[in-house]
Nanobody, 124 residues
Framework: QVSLVESGGGLVQAGGSLRLSCAASGRTFSIYAMGWFRQAPGKEREFVAAISSSGGGTTKYADSVKGRFTISRDNAENSVYLQMNSLKPEDTAVYYC????????????????WGQGTQVTVSS
């Protein structure tokens, strides 16, 4: 069982930056791949970024955030981060942290654990 708690969301102007954090419970954090997804009002949840378990460190990004967002993890702190730069109004959404064993994927249905979400609002 893994419990996830996101933080770091807020209101920022277009072009600004935010860093989201996700703290995970449990002693086996390193075996989990971690993902970030987001959901805007009236839209389906969409993939943002993912990082595989500590054995590989492979990262995946949605095309819409490549070059602007960076996912990273700190296994000693049981945490995963999403550094978001050059934010755009279309990045406005609730951002969710998720976890699944080993391999990072882009499909929300493959993730077993989810946080409660943190709101990111980008003003124009």
């Amino acid at each position: 069982q893994v419990s996830l708690v996101e933080s770091g969301g807020g209101l920022v102007q277009a072009g600004g930056s935010l860093r989201l954090s996700c703290a995970a419970s449990g002693r086996t954090f390193s075996i989990y791949a971690m993902g970030w997804f987001r959901q805007a009002p009236g839209k389906e949840r969409e993939f943002v970024a993912a990082i595989s378990s500590s054995g590989g460190g492979t990262t995946k990004y949605a095309d819409s955030v490549k070059g602007r967002f960076t996912i990273s993890r700190d296994n000693a702190e049981n945490s995963v981060y999403l550094q978001m730069n050059s934010l755009k109004p279309e990045d406005t959404a609730v951002y969710y942290c998720s976890a699944r064993p080993n391999t990072a994927t882009m499909a929300a249905s493959t993730y077993d654990y989810w946080g409660q979400g943190t709101q990111v609002t980008v003003s124009s």
